[in-house]
């Protein structure tokens, strides 16, 4: 799409093509990465290490087809792999209903593969306006409806657990892959002026303070994904159903975050960010000492706010560090990294609470958080200068 010819009605098609796809697919992402774990430990008896593999393996599909594929494939031929990626998806989920200990690696390293290729391209069709003003409300609205699809997906699931089996929600949720499959030849793709020219993408003092940012998070988070329901099933004694309303409220700390973040958008990134830092490292605190479940609730409801703020901190960022013509690789490779941590950190992360047990993981995590809130200060200085010299990058 030439961003120079955009109609209002093109606008507003747009806007609902992306919401609409986002909330489908990030609905199912996230019951992926929160019940996996759960159906791989109660249903095929994993071990804590084995589930931390199948985690790591959804991500490490995820960052080959996003750094190999995605971020060298043009605009017409990211389309296309975006529409047929929608589609397999959403076998993937009806793969879930009747799968075995055997075939959950596979359905998971192929979900994995796919949302490399989808969620890239939707952060990218995101920000393919021209008008910075603009680009950036949509960028907002694409995080709101991602906050938005993260408190509708675990209490969904909550509600149907109580009267079906987590397997068979994966089929129920298997509408959502049919919305997404339906409003996928819909999406625009930014076109892209192929100039030849190259970016080094990690050199770009913007594009690391966001990466800097979302690890901050990311880290934590991915640990708290894979082993906080099973933590709160074995401690606490809580349901399955009762689980995924926790994550539920989770989010729902999340998406009011992100709503302040639309009222008062972040002209000034460095203070958002550093007090997102800070407030991870309060929550992972209260976290680590709960000794009930209310004292846990709340450890949930405040790391839900720096979660609501570092990705869309981070998108915006990118946003601002590179025109239109980098993008799409800027974005796959901040996505990619993301799904390395993902990699890493359960396999890690397993062994660890194995070893260790969830608490003191949770408490080396922190000394992980204030090492990259130091780089973080360090690098907004550069990345301060590095704006004065690059003010105009359409």
Do not use: C
């Not at 919305?179 to 594009?207: I, Q, Y």
């Not at 988070?221 to 606490?236: H, N, S, V």
């Not at 949930?300 to 560090?321: E, F, K, Q």
């Amino acid at each position: 799409m030439d961003e120079d010819h955009i109609s209002r009605f093109m606008v507003i098609e747009t806007i609902i093509v992306i919401l609409s796809i986002t909330f489908s697919i990030r609905t199912t992402n996230n019951l992926i990465m929160t019940s996996i774990p759960l159906l791989a430990k109660y249903d095929f008896k994993f071990s804590q290490t084995f589930v931390g593999i199948l985690s790591a393996l959804a991500s490490a599909s995820s960052f080959l087809t996003t750094a190999l594929i995605n971020a060298r494939l043009s605009a017409k031929n990211r389309r296309i792999s975006f529409v047929i990626s929608n589609l397999l998806y959403t076998f993937i989920l009806i793969g879930y209903w009747v799968s075995s200990n055997i075939t959950i690696w596979m359905l998971t390293a192929a979900g994995g593969g796919l949302l490399g290729l989808i969620m890239p391209n939707i952060i990218t069709s995101a920000s393919l306006f021209k008008d910075s003003v603009l680009r950036e409300r949509v960028l907002t609205l694409y995080t709101v409806f991602l906050s938005l699809s993260l408190i509708s997906g675990p209490a969904i699931e909550s509600y149907l657990l109580r009267f079906v089996s987590l397997k068979e929600v994966f089929l129920v949720f298997a509408l959502f892959g049919i919305l997404a499959s339906a409003m996928s030849p819909f999406m625009h793709f930014p076109f892209e002026k192929r100039t030849g020219e190259k970016t080094d993408v990690l050199k770009n003092p913007g594009f690391r303070v966001a990466l800097y940012n979302i690890m901050a998070y990311n880290i934590p988070f991915a640990i708290l994904l894979a082993f906080a329901g099973i933590f709160e099933k074995d401690t606490f004694h809580t349901s399955l159903s009762i689980v995924s309303l926790l994550f539920s409220l989770f989010y729902l700390s999340s998406f009011l975050s992100r709503i302040l973040l639309s009222i008062r958008p972040a002209k000034n990134v460095r203070t958002y960010m550093i007090s997102a830092m800070g407030i991870s490292l309060v929550g992972i605190v209260i976290m680590v000492l709960s000794n009930n479940i209310i004292i846990f609730v709340v450890a949930l409801l405040v790391l839900g706010i720096p979660h609501g703020l570092t990705y869309p901190l981070s998108v915006l960022t990118i946003s601002r560090a590179f025109g239109p013509q980098h993008r799409n690789a800027a974005n796959s490779y901040f996505f990619s990294i993301m799904m390395l941590v993902g990699i890493l950190l359960p396999l890690a992360g397993g062994v660890l609470v194995d070893t260790i047990g969830f608490r003191l993981t949770m408490t080396a995590i922190t000394f992980i958080i204030a090492a990259l809130l130091v780089l973080t200060t360090i690098t907004f200085r550069e990345w301060n200068a590095w704006i004065k010299t690059n003010a105009n990058l359409e």
